[in-house]
């Protein structure tokens, strides 16, 4: 019955989405499938300009859906004939511009400053992902295939880690769904690498979870594996959610120490994996000279390159986080969906499964803190759909905990009084 309702909703998703393969592509694609025709053995300018077809046909699809239900536009568009002349100008100048430079190395593409290209080449995982799907179906199909196939194997292992903490067939099939539905599903299918790396973290979550669950030795081996999967993908969420979640659980163990309670052990082994996964991470980016934050906040302040560097990154910085959650705040509270499934997800976590609640929110925090890292309006939800695996996961719980004290209340209600037991003395004559 699992598999089979699985495979209904999956099927149901594909075809969803099936109705729109290209107009997707973000400025971010063109850079991953650049790299990932280099990983091909194409030349570097080669495939900065194959990437650069697909981008600019991308773009005119979005131009030409967009155009012909537009009201000022749907009489006379040209069905993006005119944007896509445009991207192919611009795009093609810079490539040009940048393909005799001596400062581009390995896997960076051409299309923007050396320094913003950097960020994606220390970032081989999603373009290695993408490789055989690019190279067997072409970019439009293949791309969109890699981001289904990442999307549906997610939502398998969101039902894997609700039936791993003890939920019903139905509230895992919920899980499943609000993964689709939510901007999980969205930020998923996009060609961009959200999709894979949510896919890894939640297969280190099932790792935790079963190391939780007293399965210490295959769930670390889960959890250590599919981490270091993620932080190739993207290292930098990666770090933000290993730390997250070791931060959360040694508040967990330092609240049962407050009350008295001994530690148990998988809590304390996830506390020492996460931690040393975190530390190892650091590491890593500090032994090969990886983009750091200094370089990310320069990148962001300076308009992804097109502005001159800014001289001191921290007033800057502060300036423009307190007007962008200023406006966030605002917008949540005018429309507070997103703060009440972030409340409904903790409320139910916490009610079923507390250590695993821990572990939810902590990716949740990590989701917070890549946005505050980068207070940009116009990306959207992307930058903090980590978050969100807090209502995929926790929601579900919550009716499942609702649902069994029901059942629990219905059958106290329907057992009969017990009878007194107590012989009643004779009467006196």
Request: aromatic fraction near 8%; proline fraction near 5%; charged fraction near 20%.
């Given at each position: 019955m699992?598999?089979f309702?699985?495979?209904?909703?999956?099927?149901l998703?594909?075809?969803a989405?099936s109705?729109?393969?290209?107009?997707?592509?973000?400025?971010?694609?063109r850079?991953?499938?650049?790299?990932s025709?280099?990983?091909?053995?194409?030349?570097?300018?080669?495939?900065?300009?194959?990437?650069?077809?697909?981008?600019?046909?991308?773009?005119?699809?979005?131009?030409?859906?967009?155009?012909?239900?537009?009201?000022?536009?749907?009489r006379?568009?040209?069905?993006g004939?005119?944007a896509?002349?445009?991207?192919?100008?611009?795009?093609g100048?810079?490539?040009?511009?940048?393909?005799?430079?001596?400062?581009?190395r390995?896997?960076?593409?051409?299309?923007?400053?050396?320094?913003?290209?950097?960020?994606?080449?220390?970032r081989?995982?999603?373009?290695?992902y993408?490789v055989?799907?690019?190279?067997?179906?072409?970019?439009?199909?293949g791309?969109?295939?890699?981001?289904?196939?990442?999307?549906?194997?997610?939502?398998?292992l969101?039902?894997?880690?609700?039936?791993?903490?003890?939920?019903?067939?139905?509230?895992?099939?919920?899980?499943?769904?609000?993964?689709y539905?939510?901007?999980?599903?969205?930020?998923s299918?996009?060609?961009?690498?959200?999709?894979?790396?949510?896919?890894?973290?939640?297969?280190?979550?099932?790792?935790?979870?079963r190391?939780?669950?007293g399965?210490?030795?295959?769930?670390?081996?889960?959890?250590?594996?599919?981490?270091?999967?993620?932080?190739?993908?993207?290292?930098?969420?990666?770090?933000?959610?290993v730390?997250?979640?070791?931060?959360?659980?040694?508040?967990?163990?330092?609240?049962?120490?407050?009350?008295?309670d001994?530690?148990?052990?998988p809590?304390?082994?996830?506390?020492v994996?996460?931690?040393?996964?975190?530390?190892?991470?650091?590491?890593?980016?500090?032994?090969?000279?990886l983009?750091s934050?200094?370089?990310?906040?320069?990148?962001l302040?300076?308009?992804?390159?097109?502005?001159?560097?800014?001289?001191?990154?921290?007033?800057?910085?502060?300036?423009?986080?307190?007007a962008?959650?200023?406006?966030?705040?605002?917008?949540?509270?005018?429309?507070?969906?997103?703060?009440?499934?972030?409340?409904?997800?903790?409320?139910?976590?916490?009610?079923?499964?507390?250590?695993?609640?821990?572990?939810?929110?902590?990716?949740a925090?990590a989701?917070?803190?890549?946005?505050?890292?980068?207070?940009?309006?116009?990306?959207?939800?992307?930058?903090?759909?980590?978050?969100?695996?807090?209502?995929?996961?926790?929601?579900?719980?919550?009716?499942?905990?609702?649902?069994?004290?029901?059942?629990?209340?219905?059958?106290?209600?329907?057992?009969?009084?017990r009878?007194?037991?107590?012989?009643?003395a004779?009467?006196?004559?």
């Amino acid at each position: 019955m699992l598999l089979f309702w699985f495979l209904v909703f999956a099927l149901l998703f594909a075809g969803a989405q099936s109705a729109r393969t290209q107009g997707r592509a973000a400025m971010d694609t063109r850079q991953y499938l650049a790299h990932s025709y280099m990983l091909q053995g194409l030349g570097r300018e080669e495939a900065s300009r194959r990437a650069l077809d697909y981008f600019c046909d991308s773009v005119r699809v979005g131009s030409a859906q967009h155009d012909s239900a537009d009201l000022a536009h749907y009489r006379e568009h040209d069905a993006g004939r005119t944007a896509e002349r445009e991207c192919r100008r611009t795009m093609g100048e810079r490539v040009a511009r940048n393909a005799g430079r001596t400062d581009v190395r390995g896997y960076m593409a051409l299309f923007s400053d050396p320094r913003m290209s950097e960020i994606f080449a220390t970032r081989p995982g999603y373009p290695l992902y993408t490789v055989p799907f690019v190279r067997g179906f072409g970019p439009v199909v293949g791309l969109w295939l890699a981001a289904l196939v990442a999307t549906v194997a997610a939502g398998g292992l969101v039902v894997l880690v609700l039936r791993t903490l003890g939920a019903s067939v139905p509230s895992a099939l919920t899980g499943q769904v609000l993964y689709y539905a939510l901007p999980t599903g969205k930020e998923s299918m996009l060609p961009l690498c959200e999709g894979l790396l949510l896919c890894l973290l939640l297969a280190a979550l099932l790792g935790c979870v079963r190391v939780l669950r007293g399965r210490v030795v295959s769930g670390t081996a889960i959890a250590v594996l599919a981490f270091a999967g993620a932080a190739v993908v993207k290292y930098a969420q990666t770090l933000l959610a290993v730390a997250g979640i070791a931060v959360m659980t040694a508040v967990l163990l330092c609240a049962r120490r407050l009350r008295g309670d001994r530690p148990a052990r998988p809590e304390r082994v996830l506390l020492v994996t996460t931690a040393a996964l975190a530390v190892a991470i650091e590491l890593v980016v500090l032994a090969y000279g990886l983009p750091s934050t200094k370089a990310s906040l320069q990148e962001l302040l300076s308009v992804h390159y097109t502005r001159r560097p800014v001289d001191d990154l921290g007033p800057e910085f502060w300036r423009l986080s307190l007007a962008f959650w200023r406006e966030w705040l605002r917008d949540a509270l005018a429309q507070p969906l997103v703060l009440l499934l972030l409340a409904c997800g903790a409320w139910g976590a916490f009610r079923h499964h507390r250590p695993f609640a821990c572990l939810l929110v902590g990716v949740a925090l990590a989701g917070l803190a890549n946005q505050a890292g980068h207070p940009e309006v116009s990306v959207g939800p992307r930058l903090m759909v980590m978050a969100m695996l807090l209502p995929v996961c926790g929601i579900p719980l919550l009716v499942e905990t609702h649902v069994r004290r029901s059942v629990a209340r219905g059958r106290d209600l329907a057992r009969p009084p017990r009878a007194d037991r107590r012989v009643p003395a004779p009467a006196s004559r």
